[in-house]
């Protein structure tokens, strides 16, 4: 699984980084960093639910084989 | 099965359809939805809708309609659901069919309450040409042309979210814009007074007259059109475009005698326990419904907010699975723990992200910043000084670490360290 930020939708709000913070961090400087772009199954579940929750739609993945 | 009926093809309603799917139900899944749209994301309408002429409407589809044909769904779209009858297994439209349910979502939603016929003299606000309310994407269009060709000025009549939002973006696009608010701090409801005056001094700093402790008493009106408004307070405004933000009403009429508990007034919607449940095969869910919160002691609320429709439309389908005792192919049932989220939300007005989560108490205290700043925390504590609410201006780190706060029950001490 591959995470991916359209970074001209996302508006830094942090629900993601909410739900994954392994995954998503919102820093100071307001800007979101995925910290984890391939991460590994245990965490497929919390960032299937940032896709869903995140109010910009922003988040997408692109599946791979790992 | 003969099949699930959810109600209201919304946010709410798409998410439920889509945590069946997800929860592997393979039977037939019927949507009902007023609208004729195409489900559709109703946070930009009052936004960058209004504003920026790019935004593209396809863009405003949900995405789980959006991803290609994954849900599977028989869609009733155009169409209202007129009745919950037969012990809630038959779901009847206004097409003159009758779905029968297994189980069913109630996702209605709500719409915007309007102003009294005396404003008027007599008439409906939606036959005064210049008269406007904000919910769905055909009121959306209605704005956006009105806002762009207005050639005197807009009233804002309710100083809610909604409303405040519309207020910026009108002033964005270079209108005259006049808000009114019949309480004396905008928001004393949802937050408290003095964080209801940092949004009047937002509006100010940018040009919007704020008037307070007004409403919106007459309407004039000139071969069918909006020439002016009457204030309560006697004042005459010049008006092209009145934009009406006085709150809302949950969708509940379709189901006069189905017996499920539809409160009115203070206890409007839908109510279910802490599972999403109404009746033993119908769960409701988003905007409509008025639920527990452990948390808040108990009180039952409905919760207004784009977070918990896409939530609780997720859960509730789970839900529902599970009081019907369905079973996956591979055996498996559904079991699902109480439903008690800490609710949050978010509003875009000019440069400043104003979030919200849990509910506002009487006892808030800054933690961080001060209410002038472009950045501050407010934090509202309750028995035993635990957090409740977390309130932050830009600074959405915060907002959500607030959150999680309030979930786990922290003290005042620990939100100082944390949110500080
Ligand atoms: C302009 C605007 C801006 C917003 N901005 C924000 C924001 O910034 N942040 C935030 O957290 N929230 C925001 N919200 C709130 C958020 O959009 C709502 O919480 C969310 O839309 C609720 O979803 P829902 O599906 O429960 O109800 P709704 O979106 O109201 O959908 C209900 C649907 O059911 C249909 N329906 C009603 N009766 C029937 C019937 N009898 N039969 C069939 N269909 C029926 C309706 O036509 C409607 O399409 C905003 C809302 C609006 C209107
Ligand atoms: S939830 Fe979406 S909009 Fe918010 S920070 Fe994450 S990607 Fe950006």
Same mark, same amino acid.
């Given at each position: 699984?591959?995470?991916?930020?359209?970074?001209?939708?996302?508006?830094?709000?942090?629900?993601?980084?909410?739900?994954?913070?392994?995954?998503?961090?919102?820093?100071?400087?307001?800007?979101?960093?995925?910290?984890?772009?391939?991460?590994?199954?245990?965490?497929?579940?919390?960032?299937?639910?940032?896709?869903?929750?995140?109010?910009k739609?922003?988040?997408?993945?692109e599946?791979?084989?790992a | 099965?003969?099949?699930?009926?959810?109600?209201?093809?919304?946010?709410?309603?798409?998410?439920? #359809?889509?945590?069946?799917?997800?929860a592997?139900?393979?039977?037939?899944?019927?949507?009902?939805?007023?609208?004729?749209?195409?489900?559709?994301?109703?946070?930009?309408l009052s936004?960058?809708?209004?504003?920026?002429?790019?935004?593209?409407?396809n863009?405003?589809?949900?995405?789980p309609?959006?991803e290609?044909?994954?849900?599977?769904?028989?869609?009733?779209l155009?169409?209202? #659901?007129?009745?919950?009858?037969?012990?809630?297994?038959?779901?009847?439209?206004?097409?003159?069919?009758?779905?029968?349910?297994?189980?069913?979502?109630?996702?209605?939603?709500?719409r915007?309450?309007?102003?009294?016929?005396?404003?008027?003299?007599?008439?409906?606000q939606?036959?005064?040409?210049?008269?406007?309310?904000?919910?769905?994407?055909?009121?959306a269009?209605?704005?956006?042309?009105?806002?762009?060709?207005?050639?005197?000025?807009?009233?804002?009549?309710?100083?809610?979210?909604?409303?405040?939002?519309v207020?910026?973006?009108?002033?964005?696009?270079?209108?005259?814009?006049?808000?009114?608010?019949?309480a004396?701090?905008?928001?004393?409801?949802?937050?408290?007074?003095?964080?209801?005056?940092?949004?009047?001094?937002?509006?100010r700093?940018?040009?919007?007259?704020?008037?307070?402790?007004?409403?919106?008493?007459?309407?004039?009106?000139?071969?069918?059109?909006?020439?002016?408004?009457?204030?309560?307070?006697?004042?005459?405004?010049?008006?092209?475009?009145?934009?009406?933000?006085?709150?809302?009403?949950?969708?509940t009429?379709?189901?006069?005698?189905?017996?499920?508990?539809?409160?009115?007034?203070?206890?409007?919607?839908?109510?279910?326990?802490?599972?999403?449940?109404?009746?033993?095969?119908?769960?409701?869910?988003?905007?409509?419904?008025?639920?527990?919160?452990?948390?808040?002691?108990?009180?039952?609320?409905?919760?207004?907010?784009?977070?918990?429709?896409?939530?609780?439309?997720?859960?509730?389908?789970?839900?529902?699975?599970?009081?019907?005792?369905w079973?996956?192919?591979?055996?498996?049932?559904?079991?699902?723990?109480?439903?008690?989220?800490?609710?949050?939300?978010?509003?875009?007005?000019?440069?400043?992200?104003i979030?919200?989560?849990?509910?506002?108490?009487?006892?808030?205290?800054?933690?961080?910043?001060?209410?002038?700043?472009?950045?501050?925390?407010?934090?509202?504590?309750?028995?035993?000084?635990?957090?409740?609410?977390?309130?932050?201006?830009?600074?959405?780190?915060?907002?959500?670490?607030?959150?999680?706060l309030?979930?786990?029950?922290?003290?005042? #001490?620990?939100?100082?360290?944390?949110?500080?």
């Amino acid at each position: 699984m591959k995470v991916v930020v359209d970074f001209d939708l996302c508006e830094s709000n942090a629900v993601c980084m909410g739900i994954a913070p392994e995954v998503f961090e919102v820093r100071d400087d307001d800007f979101l960093y995925i910290l984890d772009e391939h991460p590994g199954p245990e965490l497929h579940d919390k960032v299937r639910e940032a896709v869903e929750r995140c109010p910009k739609q922003a988040i997408s993945l692109e599946e791979t084989d790992a | 099965m003969t099949g699930l009926v959810v109600v209201g093809a919304s946010l709410a309603g798409v998410h439920a #359809a889509e945590g069946l799917r997800r929860a592997g139900f393979d039977g037939p899944i019927h949507l009902v939805g007023a609208e004729s749209h195409r489900p559709y994301d109703r946070p930009p309408l009052s936004k960058d809708f209004l504003t920026d002429e790019q935004v593209d409407e396809n863009r405003l589809v949900l995405r789980p309609v959006a991803e290609d044909g994954a849900l599977d769904l028989t869609w009733h779209l155009g169409t209202r #659901a007129v009745a919950l009858s037969n012990d809630h297994g038959n779901v009847e439209l206004s097409s003159g069919e009758t779905l029968a349910a297994d189980g069913v979502v109630v996702a209605t939603g709500c719409r915007p309450r309007r102003l009294p016929l005396s404003t008027f003299e007599g008439r409906d606000q939606s036959d005064v040409d210049g008269v406007v309310s904000l919910r769905t994407l055909n009121d959306a269009r209605e704005l956006r042309h009105r806002l762009r060709s207005a050639d005197g000025p807009v009233v804002v009549c309710g100083a809610g979210f909604i409303g405040a939002e519309v207020a910026a973006s009108a002033r964005q696009l270079g209108c005259e814009v006049v808000m009114v608010e019949v309480a004396d701090a905008p928001l004393a409801r949802v937050l408290d007074a003095e964080a209801g005056m940092a949004v009047v001094d937002l509006h100010r700093r940018h040009g919007v007259d704020v008037r307070l402790g007004v409403g919106v008493d007459h309407g004039h009106t000139d071969g069918g059109r909006l020439t002016a408004v009457t204030l309560s307070d006697g004042t005459e405004l010049a008006c092209a475009v009145l934009v009406v933000g006085i709150g809302v009403i949950p969708n509940t009429e379709w189901l006069e005698g189905s017996g499920l508990t539809v409160g009115s007034g203070s206890d409007d919607g839908v109510l279910v326990d802490d599972r999403c449940r109404a009746a033993p095969s119908v769960v409701a869910v988003g905007d409509v419904a008025r639920r527990p919160h452990r948390r808040f002691g108990g009180t039952t609320m409905r919760v207004e907010q784009w977070d918990n429709a896409v939530a609780m439309g997720g859960y509730g389908a789970k839900s529902l699975l599970a009081a019907l005792e369905w079973r996956g192919n591979d055996g498996e049932g559904v079991v699902v723990e109480p439903f008690d989220p800490v609710p949050w939300f978010w509003s875009d007005q000019y440069d400043r992200k104003i979030q919200f989560a849990g509910i506002a108490t009487d006892d808030p205290e800054i933690v961080q910043g001060s209410e002038g700043d472009r950045q501050f925390v407010r934090a509202y504590f309750g028995d035993e000084d635990r957090v409740l609410g977390v309130l932050a201006w830009n600074r959405p780190r915060q907002a959500i670490i607030g959150r999680q706060l309030i979930e786990a029950g922290a003290d005042r #001490a620990t939100v100082h360290d944390r949110l500080g």
